[in-house]
């Protein structure tokens, strides 16, 4: 069977319409959001790409993470069990991620790998950011507790 070239006729607009502006690559989006996490803490492969609505799969994020510009904490993606997978790349001596992390406050167990409930960074959900929400003062606190304030 012999494929036809589609031939769309001059002056023919997208059903959805032109994107606009410039689209961030999934690999900027990756480098966006390591430069987040704090010092101190990690994030895994597989958390990334889940919040980045998963146009990545977590081995994505490991190439892009690989290929990162300076700049971009590397070192503070972890692989699931909470290991550095970064021990096998020719151009890192073994051992380079763990030293930065160490260097943060992170402790590693005896197998060399961390307590992911003790050093995981959750980011706050997109409401929460930049939000103006009024911290709580005493008052507003014992009130929410039940407790007389007078």
């Known amino acids: 069977m012999k494929m036809r070239k589609r031939i769309i006729p001059a002056g023919l607009v997208r059903v959805h319409g032109e994107v606009q502006g410039a689209r961030v690559s999934a690999w900027e989006a990756v480098y966006a959001m390591a430069r987040r996490i704090p010092r101190g803490k990690v994030m895994t492969y597989g ?4 919040l980045l609505g998963s146009r990545l799969s977590p081995r ?4 892009a993470m690989h290929g990162c510009p300076r700049g971009v904490p590397w070192h503070r993606v972890v692989n699931a069990s909470g290991g550095c997978s970064t021990d096998r790349l ?3 001596r073994p051992g380079t991620q763990r030293a930065l ?13 961390l307590d992911l409930a003790a050093y995981r960074w959750i980011p706050p959900p997109p409401a929460a950011r930049g939000s103006s929400r009024v911290k709580p003062t005493k008052r507003r606190r014992a009130r929410a507790s039940g407790v007389a304030t007078r």
Do not use: I, K, Y
């Not at 958390?47 to 889940?50: D, E, G, K, P």
């Not at 994505?60 to 190439?63: D, E, Q, S």
């Not at 260097?103 to 005896?110: I, M």
């Open 60 to 63: 994505a994020v490991g190439w």
């Open 47 to 50: 958390q990334l790409a889940t």
């Open 90 to 92: 020719p151009h890192l």
């Open 101 to 113: 992390l160490r260097a943060e406050g992170v402790r590693f167990r005896p197998d060399d790998t």
